[in-house]
C-alpha cells in the first residue's frame, strides 16, 4: 500500500525496472511531466479522504452513513492503487524515451487520438430459486449492491442498489463517461455487495430486555421495570436533581457493513457497439458469502465511443480539384475539412460554416491509400492523391496545394488521420451516440432497522443525552466532514 511520504521522493515500485535502474546509478529519476502534477494531487486527495473515512466510520450513527463511509473506502483504495500505478507506467515510459531518443523526431510513429468511452443502461439479471421468489418463502435476505468502472487511472462509481429477492434485475441508471481514453482502452467493471442484517434483526432486543428483567427480579419489580422501559403511566418517578419519564436505552450499535467483491469483467474496444448488448461475468463470490446474490453470470449494457476525430477536423484549407488526366494549376478551388469518415469539399469557407451539404465528399476509410504529387513541369503545384476502391475499380481524386509547405502539412494530416481511423475502427464508421450523465444524488436512506422504540421520541422532558460516540458531531470534527463533503461535490 501506498503512503503519502513516500510519493514525495519517488512512485517507482521496489523491484520495477525504474527502480534497478536508479539502484544501479545507471541513472537519475525523471522529472515529473506536465501531467504528473495533476495525477499526484489526485493520489494525495485520495489519501486524504481515505484516512478521513477510517475516521469517520466509528462514529457513524445511522446505517446510511456506515454504508456510504465504507463504499467511500473501496473507492479510495482503487484510486490509490490506479494512480500509483499509473504515476509508476509513465515515469518508465519516460526512462524508456530517454534512453531510446532516436526513435523521436519527425520520422515517429503518429500516435492515436484520445476518445470518449460511455457505458450506459446496464442491467444485471438475477436468479432467484423458485421458492424464494415465487412463493417468497425463505429468510429475507438483503444486500446493497454498486458498480466501480475503472479505465486507466481514472475510476467512477454507481449509486448504491438494495437487492432484495423482490428484484429481476440490477439497474444503474444513467451514463459514465471516460473523456481521455485510447484506442487500448480497458473498461474493468467490479460488482461489490455487501450484506443487510433483515429487518427483525435488532427490533425485539428491548422487548427481550424488559422480559428477562421482569422474569429476575419478581413480579412486582419486574411490572415496574417494564413500565419503565416502555414509557407507561405505571413507570417510577424521578427523584431530585433527575429527570422523570421513561427508562431510555442507549440505540443499538450501527453494523458496519462490509463490501466485497462480487463479480467483474473487462470490456474492450471489441465490444463498442451503438447499442445494448450482453457480456460475460466471472463470478468470484460463492453462495455461502454473507453478500452473496444470485447473479446470472451476465452484465448487459450499451458501449460507445466516439474518437476526437470525428468532431475535430484534421486539417482543413483550399485546395483545387484536379482533374483526371488534366495538367497545369487549373482546377476548382474548394475549401476541404478532413474529419471523419470522409473529406468533405465546399464551395467556400462560409458554406462549412453554415452547415450547408458539401459539393463533394471524398470517403476515408481504412482502405484509403494517399499519397504525394510531386510538382512537374508547366507550372503544377504538389499535393495529394487520395485512392478509394469502388465497385471493384480503383477511383482517384488529386488535391493540389498552393505551396509545397501546404501540401506536406497536408499529407501529415492524412497519416495522422489514417491512423486514427485504423486504430479505432467501428468507432469510425458512424458517429455514436454519446450520452450525458445525470447529476450525481445523494445516497437514499436505508429502510429502518431497529425497533420502533428507538425511532420513536419518548414523551415528556427531554432524558439524558445519548451515549458517547453515537453522535455523529461529538466525535467526528468538522475538517473530516468538509473533506468527505467537498470530495463528493467534486467528483462529480
Same mark, same amino acid.
Given at each position: 500500500?501506498?503512503?503519502?511520504?513516500?510519493?514525495?521522493?519517488?512512485?517507482?515500485?521496489?523491484?520495477?525496472?525504474?527502480?534497478?535502474?536508479?539502484?544501479?546509478?545507471?541513472?537519475?529519476?525523471?522529472?515529473?511531466?506536465?501531467?504528473?502534477?495533476?495525477?499526484?494531487?489526485?493520489?494525495?486527495?485520495?489519501?486524504?479522504?481515505?484516512?478521513?473515512?477510517?475516521?469517520?466510520?466509528?462514529?457513524?450513527?445511522?446505517?446510511?452513513?456506515?454504508?456510504?463511509?465504507?463504499?467511500?473506502?473501496?473507492?479510495?483504495?482503487?484510486?490509490?492503487?490506479?494512480?500509483?500505478?499509473?504515476?509508476?507506467?509513465?515515469?518508465?515510459?519516460?526512462?524508456?524515451?530517454?534512453?531510446?531518443?532516436?526513435?523521436?523526431?519527425?520520422?515517429?510513429?503518429?500516435?492515436?487520438?484520445?476518445?470518449?468511452?460511455?457505458?450506459?443502461?446496464?442491467?444485471?439479471?438475477?436468479?432467484?430459486?423458485?421458492?424464494?421468489?415465487?412463493?417468497?418463502?425463505?429468510?429475507?435476505?438483503?444486500?446493497?449492491?454498486?458498480?466501480?468502472?475503472?479505465?486507466?487511472?481514472? /475510476?467512477?462509481?454507481?449509486?448504491?442498489?438494495?437487492?432484495?429477492?423482490?428484484?429481476?434485475? /440490477?439497474?444503474?441508471?444513467?451514463?459514465?463517461?471516460?473523456?481521455?481514453?485510447?484506442?487500448?482502452?480497458?473498461?474493468?467493471?467490479?460488482?461489490?455487495?455487501?450484506?443487510?442484517?433483515?429487518?427483525?434483526?435488532?427490533?425485539?432486543?428491548?422487548?427481550?430486555?424488559?422480559?428477562?428483567?421482569?422474569?429476575?427480579?419478581?413480579?412486582?419489580?419486574?411490572?415496574?421495570?417494564?413500565?419503565?422501559?416502555?414509557?407507561?403511566?405505571?413507570?417510577?418517578?424521578?427523584?431530585?436533581?433527575?429527570?422523570?419519564?421513561?427508562?431510555?436505552?442507549?440505540?443499538?450499535?450501527?453494523?458496519?457493513?462490509?463490501?466485497?467483491?462480487?463479480?467483474?469483467?473487462?470490456?474492450?474496444?471489441?465490444?463498442?457497439?451503438?447499442?445494448?448488448?450482453?457480456?460475460?461475468?466471472?463470478?468470484?463470490?460463492?453462495?455461502?458469502?454473507?453478500?452473496?446474490?444470485?447473479?446470472?453470470?451476465?452484465?448487459?449494457?450499451?458501449?460507445?465511443?466516439?474518437?476526437?476525430?470525428?468532431?475535430?477536423?484534421?486539417?482543413?484549407?483550399?485546395?483545387?480539384?484536379?482533374?483526371?488526366?488534366?495538367?497545369?494549376?487549373?482546377?476548382?478551388?474548394?475549401?476541404?475539412?478532413?474529419?471523419?469518415?470522409?473529406?468533405?469539399?465546399?464551395?467556400?469557407?462560409?458554406?462549412?460554416?453554415?452547415?450547408?451539404?458539401?459539393?463533394?465528399? /471524398?470517403?476515408?476509410?481504412?482502405?484509403?491509400?494517399?499519397?504525394?504529387?510531386?510538382?512537374?513541369?508547366?507550372?503544377?503545384?504538389?499535393?495529394?492523391?487520395?485512392?478509394?476502391?469502388?465497385?471493384?475499380?480503383?477511383?482517384?481524386?488529386?488535391?493540389?496545394?498552393?505551396?509545397?509547405?501546404?501540401?506536406?502539412?497536408?499529407?501529415?494530416?492524412?497519416?495522422?488521420?489514417?491512423?486514427?481511423?485504423?486504430?479505432?475502427?467501428?468507432?469510425?464508421?458512424?458517429?455514436?451516440? /454519446?450520452?450525458?450523465?445525470?447529476?450525481?444524488?445523494?445516497?437514499?436512506?436505508?429502510?429502518?432497522?431497529?425497533?420502533?422504540?428507538?425511532?420513536?421520541?419518548?414523551?415528556?422532558?427531554?432524558?439524558?443525552?445519548?451515549?458517547?460516540?453515537?453522535?455523529?458531531?461529538?466525535?467526528?470534527?468538522?475538517?473530516?466532514?468538509?473533506?468527505?463533503?467537498?470530495?463528493?461535490?467534486?467528483?462529480?
Amino acid at each position: 500500500m501506498y503512503r503519502r511520504d513516500e510519493w514525495s521522493r519517488a512512485a517507482a515500485a521496489e523491484g520495477s525496472a525504474l527502480d534497478m535502474e536508479q539502484r544501479r546509478g545507471c541513472c537519475c529519476p525523471p522529472a515529473p511531466a506536465p501531467q504528473e502534477p495533476e495525477l499526484q494531487r489526485a493520489l494525495e486527495r485520495a489519501l486524504r479522504v481515505r484516512e478521513g473515512a477510517r475516521r469517520l466510520l466509528p462514529a457513524c450513527s445511522r446505517p446510511e452513513q456506515a454504508l456510504e463511509t465504507t463504499k467511500t473506502l473501496v473507492l479510495c483504495e482503487a484510486r490509490v492503487v490506479a494512480a500509483g500505478g499509473e504515476l509508476q507506467r509513465r515515469q518508465e515510459a519516460r526512462l524508456r524515451g530517454a534512453r531510446r531518443p532516436s526513435q523521436g523526431g519527425p520520422g515517429a510513429e503518429p500516435v492515436p487520438c484520445r476518445g470518449t468511452v460511455c457505458i450506459s443502461d446496464l442491467r444485471i439479471p438475477l436468479m432467484w430459486k423458485d421458492t424464494e421468489y415465487f412463493r417468497n418463502k425463505g429468510e429475507l435476505h438483503r444486500c446493497a449492491v454498486f458498480l466501480l468502472l475503472q479505465v486507466g487511472a481514472e /475510476i467512477h462509481d454507481t449509486p448504491t442498489v438494495l437487492v432484495d429477492r423482490t428484484l429481476t434485475d /440490477i439497474c444503474f441508471e444513467g451514463a459514465v463517461l471516460f473523456p481521455e481514453a485510447g484506442p487500448d482502452f480497458e473498461l474493468r467493471l467490479e460488482l461489490y455487495s455487501a450484506g443487510l442484517p433483515g429487518p427483525g434483526a435488532q427490533g425485539s432486543a428491548p422487548r427481550k430486555l424488559a422480559s428477562r428483567l421482569s422474569t429476575s427480579l419478581g413480579r412486582s419489580s419486574g411490572r415496574r421495570a417494564r413500565a419503565a422501559m416502555d414509557g407507561g403511566p405505571a413507570s417510577p418517578p424521578g427523584t431530585a436533581g433527575t429527570a422523570t419519564g421513561a427508562l431510555l436505552l442507549p440505540p443499538p450499535g450501527v453494523p458496519c457493513p462490509r463490501f466485497q467483491l462480487l463479480a467483474h469483467t473487462t470490456l474492450s474496444l471489441a465490444q463498442v457497439h451503438d447499442g445494448f448488448r450482453t457480456h460475460d461475468l466471472v463470478i468470484a463470490a460463492d453462495e455461502q458469502s454473507p453478500c452473496w446474490v444470485p447473479l446470472y453470470g451476465r452484465v448487459c449494457c450499451r458501449l460507445a465511443a466516439r474518437p476526437s476525430c470525428m468532431d475535430t477536423p484534421a486539417a482543413t484549407g483550399t485546395l483545387r480539384l484536379q482533374a483526371p488526366g488534366a495538367e497545369g494549376p487549373g482546377g476548382t478551388p474548394l475549401f476541404c475539412v478532413l474529419r471523419g469518415p470522409g473529406l468533405l469539399c465546399y464551395g467556400s469557407a462560409s458554406e462549412a460554416e453554415a452547415g450547408q451539404e458539401p459539393t463533394l465528399t /471524398i470517403a476515408v476509410t481504412k482502405d484509403t491509400r494517399v499519397r504525394a504529387l510531386q510538382a512537374g513541369g508547366q507550372g503544377q503545384p504538389p499535393g495529394v492523391a487520395v485512392t478509394n476502391r469502388l465497385g471493384g475499380e480503383e477511383v482517384t481524386h488529386g488535391l493540389l496545394a498552393e505551396s509545397t509547405a501546404e501540401a506536406q502539412r497536408w499529407l501529415q494530416a492524412w497519416g495522422q488521420h489514417l491512423c486514427d481511423l485504423a486504430q479505432w475502427k467501428q468507432c469510425c464508421e458512424e458517429l455514436m451516440r /454519446i450520452e450525458e450523465p445525470p447529476p450525481r444524488r445523494p445516497p437514499a436512506p436505508l429502510p429502518p432497522q431497529g425497533s420502533l422504540y428507538h425511532q420513536t421520541a419518548p414523551p415528556g422532558p427531554p432524558g439524558p443525552p445519548p451515549a458517547e460516540g453515537l453522535l455523529l458531531q461529538e466525535n467526528v470534527s468538522a475538517e473530516i466532514r468538509a473533506l468527505l463533503s467537498s470530495y463528493y461535490s467534486d467528483s462529480y
